[in-house]
Nanobody
Framework: QVHLVESGGGLVQTGYSLRLSCEVS????????VAWFRQAPGKEREFVAV????????YYGDSVKGRFTIFRDNVKNMVHLQMNSLLPEDTAVYYC???????????????????WGQGTQVTVSS
């Protein structure tokens, strides 16, 4: 059973940075593409970023492009989300998710991911 645990959330001021981490266990890490989604109060869950299992190609949501970077550590079985120039609208619970069957046309859709973490809160104050 694949298990994902997020860490690194917290409270920061506008313009500051945070790095989120997602530890993946229970499966062969290299078989999984891993994504980050976020959900703000009263809003739907939103795609943030994904890194594919082969080649490490990355894709980002429009609202975070140029500010956030996703990368993976294949030795420690972790995926990180470096978040720079944070804004109050980045405030949300951030979830990591994993899938072994991602295809290009559906990697931004939460239903494409079978495995999810419990989430970590990120709060950006103005």
């Amino acid at each position: 059973q694949v298990h994902l645990v997020e860490s690194g959330g917290g409270l920061v001021q506008t313009g500051y940075s945070l790095r989120l981490s997602c530890e993946v266990s229970g499966g062969t890490f290299s078989h999984y593409g891993v994504a980050w989604f976020r959900q703000a109060p009263g809003k739907e869950r939103e795609f943030v970023a994904v890194i594919r299992r082969t080649g490490g190609r990355t894709y980002y949501g429009d609202s975070v492009k140029g500010r956030f970077t996703i990368f993976r550590d294949n030795v420690k079985n972790m995926v990180h989300l470096q978040m720079n120039s944070l804004l109050p609208e980045d405030t949300a619970v951030y979830y990591c998710a994993a899938s072994s069957t991602l295809i290009l046309s559906t990697l931004r859709i939460q239903g494409s991911y079978a495995h999810w973490g419990q989430g970590t809160q990120v709060t950006v104050s103005s």
